[in-house]
Nanobody, 114 residues
Framework: VQLQASGGGLVQPGGSLSVSCAASGSIFRLNVMGWYRQAPGMQRELVASITSRGDTNYADSVKGRFTISRDNAKNTVLLQMNSLKPEDTAVYYC?????????WGQGTLVTVSS
């Protein structure tokens, strides 16, 4: 299984950006797709996740600003980030968890700066 992330980049505070991730290979259909992030000198933290049923979970710091969605047919997950703040600056990692495995994509850098 491979996870290919795309998106990210540089955005001004208050702006919007999205990151997406496509999973290829054989993945158990019952899974949780999510995005984590890691800022310099910080631990990796969960940003948002979504189950195969569509149940979502968000970190308190992003509630109301970020939206996670998925396409089960395409095995893709999208994180739409609005009202971005400098503290959202981090490397964002795509993740897929099943009952049997835990997969990580390569990170994509999101920088929020004026």
């Amino acid at each position: 299984v491979q996870l290919q992330a795309s998106g990210g980049g540089l955005v001004q505070p208050g702006g919007s950006l999205s990151v997406s991730c496509a999973a290829s290979g054989s993945i158990f259909r019952l899974n949780v797709m999510g995005w984590y992030r890691q800022a310099p000198g910080m631990q990796r933290e969960l940003v948002a996740s979504i189950t195969s049923r569509g149940d979502t979970n968000y970190a308190d710091s992003v509630k109301g600003r970020f939206t996670i969605s998925r396409d089960n047919a395409k095995n893709t997950v999208l994180l739409q980030m609005n009202s971005l703040k400098p503290e959202d600056t981090a490397v964002y990692y795509c993740n897929v968890k099943t009952a049997y495995n835990n997969y990580w994509g390569q990170g994509t850098l999101v920088t929020v700066s004026s």
